[in-house]
């Protein structure tokens, strides 16, 4: 038998032993330890668990490095086993939702994404505690038909139906279905730049959303066409107010059509139709003709009006239950628009608002028996005559007190009324109106100012104004004074909200009064005042009125101990 042979290192030295861990050739170095703790593969052997083990340190650290790895390997696999139940229990889990999930889709249809969303919506429920303490995300999804119908109609009282419907319904299956409910499409305003305006958009809306429309605004959309007002007509038979502001491209028979077919249609907007035919004498008179006496609402602003007085004669004929008729910034044929008062008196006894506002209007010779049976308008509430003092015409030149005297007879219920710009009233005409409780009063850049008596005018509506504008009027002496002292002599009977006191002569004493005199200020405007101290002459809003009082006590008292 051979002898091993010696291993020798560089230079013929025998190499040391030391322990290995594989090699090929005979062993001839000490074997590597596998007792060691984090040898996860170490499995004891039938000849170990037999061999009794030597008493030695050596031996005891083996047995316990094989009773470690032993238990190590026994966790390991029980959590495998646990894992594979949960995986298993999930799977089961998910497969009767999506059962669940066919047998309550009320359209028949099961959709992957519905699935994602509904296992979302539960885990979500599940994180949030069983308490319920931090409520159920998915409310949204859960709620009744009628009770989103109801918030929705609330969302959009105030400002239509579009653009908000088109957003809400886009959000999941069951708000989209409520929000194309056609009780909520009743107020539709296309006027505000958020949708395409365009022919097919109308129309299609006509056909799929406005079967119950109500009220539409088509203001702007200069290329609206017959074809769109025809689809609008025979699907939106509850119509019963269009706004055609500057939609030129109409015919005078297609908007007249629409005042025979819709027969609930009762205000119409016209305003900005310069160059239609629709503005024509004939075809306005065939227009009013079709509405007769359920023509409530007209407006005809920024118009060119030719003969006039013909529209005039059909307006105070056909329309007896007009309510308000607004020709404000209308141009004529004629230098001055005749306007046939009484006439109209008679003609529209339930006309609740006049806007005359920049049109040359004078009255033209009554007889004394057309003045005492005319029954005034009773029902009036505004009353706008005010002129642009920009232009070097006088075209206020028809308005003075006779005038005022005989459009407002009767008018005890007046509520608003504009002279601004007007320059041959006096305070004496506007003392002896017939108003009980005027609520707002502009008499800006009027000649109201150059007589006596506006603190009477102040004084007669103290009770009941609300808002009151004397911008830009040099009034003589000290009525503005006297005038301001007596609108704020009585602060438990003032209501003022809004004054406007710009381009005047008010003291800064008199406005410390204004302000202890009208607690119920909301905005007080001073710009351009010259007796005002610099840094008081600006507007004044609600959140600072108070800080500005103030200062005016403090100014003062400091003036005062100086004097």
Not at 60 to 84: F, G, H, I, L, P
Not at 299 to 312: G, Y
């Amino acid at each position: 038998m051979s002898k091993p042979r010696k291993v020798r290192g560089i230079l013929g030295v025998p190499k040391a032993a030391r322990p290995m861990m594989f090699t090929f050739q005979p062993s001839v170095a000490n074997p590597w330890p596998s007792d060691d703790d984090s040898d996860s593969d170490y499995t004891v052997s039938d000849e170990e668990e037999t061999v009794e083990p030597e008493i030695g340190k050596e031996d005891k650290t083996r047995s316990d490095a094989v009773n470690n790895a032993t238990e190590t390997r026994s966790k390991r696999q029980k959590r495998q086993r646990d894992e594979k139940k949960l995986k298993s229990k999930h799977k089961k889990k998910k497969k009767m939702e999506r059962e669940l999930a066919k047998n309550s889709d009320c359209d028949g249809h099961s959709s992957k994404g519905k699935h994602k969303k509904e296992r979302r919506d539960s885990t979500k429920s599940v994180d949030s505690g069983s308490d319920g303490s931090h409520g159920d995300e998915s409310w949204g999804v859960n709620l009744p038909l009628l009770a989103l119908e109801k918030i929705f109609s609330f969302a959009i009282e105030g400002s239509g139906g579009v653009p908000l419907l088109c957003s809400l319904a886009r959000v999941c299956r069951l708000w989209r279905q409520a929000a194309c409910q056609p009780m909520l499409w009743q107020h539709v305003d296309l006027a505000n730049g958020r949708v395409k305006k365009i022919n097919e958009t109308v129309q299609w809306l006509a056909i799929n959303r406005l079967s119950q429309l109500r009220d539409i605004s088509l203001a702007g959309w200069p290329k609206f066409s017959d074809e769109a007002l025809k689809a609008v007509m025979e699907n939106c038979a509850n119509l019963e107010r269009i706004n055609l502001t500057k939609c030129i491209n109409l015919s005078a028979e297609a908007v007249k059509t629409l005042a025979e077919t819709c027969t609930r249609l009762n205000a119409i907007d016209l305003s900005l139709l310069d160059g239609s035919d629709v503005m024509s004498p004939a075809n306005l008179k065939d227009l009013l003709d079709a509405c007769g006496d359920r023509l409530e609402h007209l407006v005809m602003t920024q118009c060119m009006l030719r003969a006039c007085p013909t529209i005039l004669k059909a307006i105070t004929t056909t329309c007896k239950n007009l309510k308000t008729l607004d020709l404000s910034n209308c141009r004529f044929s004629t230098d001055f628009l005749g306007l046939p008062i009484e006439e109209l008196q008679v003609g529209c006894p339930n006309l609740r608002v006049l806007r005359l506002a920049g049109c040359k209007v004078r009255t033209p010779q009554a007889t004394s028996k057309a003045k005492a049976e005319s029954p005034g308008f009773v029902h009036l509430t505004e009353l706008s005559l005010a002129v642009s003092t920009d232009t070097t015409i006088n075209v206020s030149i028809g308005i003075g007190d006779q005038f005022l005297m005989r459009i407002m007879k009767n008018s005890r219920n007046l509520k608003l009324l504009d002279l601004r710009g007007l320059t041959h009233i006096s305070a004496k005409g506007v003392q002896s109106l017939t108003i009980d409780h005027l609520e707002r009063l502009y008499i800006s850049q009027c000649s109201l100012s150059k007589y006596e008596g506006i603190e009477i005018v102040v004084q007669k509506w103290r009770h009941s104004l609300v808002e009151l504008d004397l911008s830009w009027n040099v009034f003589p002496a000290m009525s503005l004074d006297v005038a301001m002292k007596k609108l704020s002599s009585g602060p438990s009977q003032s209501v003022l909200q809004t004054l406007n006191l710009s381009g005047t002569s008010i003291t800064a004493d008199r406005v410390r009064s204004i302000l202890e005199g009208c607690p119920n200020l909301e905005s007080v405007n001073l710009t351009s005042c010259r007796g005002l101290p610099r840094g008081m002459k600006r507007l004044h809003e609600k959140a600072d009125l108070a800080r500005t009082q103030q200062e005016l006590s403090q100014q003062l008292g400091v003036s005062q101990q100086a004097s």
